[in-house]
T-cell receptor
Framework: NAGVTQTPKFQVLKTGQSMTLQCAQD?????MSWYRQDPGMGLRLIHYSVGAGITDQGEVPNGYNVSRSTTEDFPLRLLSAAPSQTSVYFCASSFISSTSRNEQFFGPGTRLTVL | AQSVTQLGSHVSVSEGALVLLRCNYSSSVPPYLFWYVQYPNQGLQLLLK????ATLVKGINGFEAEFKKSETSFHLTKPSAHMSDAAEYFC??????????WGAGTKLIIKP
């Protein structure tokens, strides 16, 4: 199993450019999420999905779009990049159940710089 | 609303010394608690978790944590620090909607 994979590992954008961060998992998890990590702020939830066709906003959704057409893939789109979106982005997936309570598996991250 | 507080953004210990990373939480439901570790330039991986049952939980790499309901704490310990333990550690609680609420993280620095 590859687990959770993310591409690209690094990306530099100019202000106003758009791009898509890719995330895929091969564990048949119904729950997938995107976080951003900034120094001293821990992990902040951007968007999440509880299954194909179902997405919802997290704590910091502005400037980002998601879709979930398959169980495996959960891409994150930056519509018009801004310097404030410079961050490390993590994708995670999990089973949701009363026993696992969303124990999440993380990808290796994408380091994004917006100039 | 649930919340997680990690005391100390940086903790420094000597190699071989006790590691203690503090985590306090608030939760309106019986908490499920997690500790994750992030090594430099990597993603997060699960260190240990508390769900129900035994309050002393053992994890990977010699770490353990004790759930103390009366103190609303879930502190992470390791008897003897190793250089390879240098990383950032995150505490999280699962809320009533199964979302994870994260602490801000604690960077563990190991002095030779």
């Amino acid at each position: 199993n590859a687990g959770v994979t993310q591409t690209p590992k690094f990306q530099v954008l100019k202000t106003g450019q758009s791009m898509t961060l890719q995330c895929a998992q091969d564990m048949n998890h119904e729950y997938m999420s995107w976080y951003r990590q900034d120094p001293g702020m821990g992990l902040r939830l951007i968007h999440y999905s509880v299954g194909a066709g179902i997405t919802d906003q997290g704590e910091v959704p502005n400037g980002y779009n998601v879709s979930r057409s398959t169980t495996e893939d959960f891409p994150l789109r930056l519509l018009s990049a801004a310097p404030s979106q410079t961050s490390v982005y993590f994708c995670a997936s999990s089973f949701i159940s009363s026993t696992s309570r969303n124990e999440q598996f993380f990808g290796p991250g994408t380091r994004l710089t917006v100039l | 609303a649930q919340s997680v507080t990690q005391l100390g953004s940086h903790v420094s210990v000597s190699e071989g010394a006790l590691v203690l990373l503090r985590c306090n939480y608030s939760s309106s439901v019986p908490p499920y608690l997690f500790w994750y570790v992030q090594y430099p330039n990597q993603g997060l991986q699960l260190l240990l978790k508390y769900t129900t049952g035994a309050t002393l939980v053992k994890g990977i790499n010699g770490f353990e944590a004790e759930f103390k309901k009366s103190e609303t704490s879930f502190h992470l310990t390791k008897p003897s620090a190793h250089m390879s333990d240098a990383a950032e550690y995150f505490c999280a609680v699962s809320d009533s909607n199964y979302q994870l609420i994260w602490g801000a993280g604690t960077k563990l620095i190991i002095k030779p």
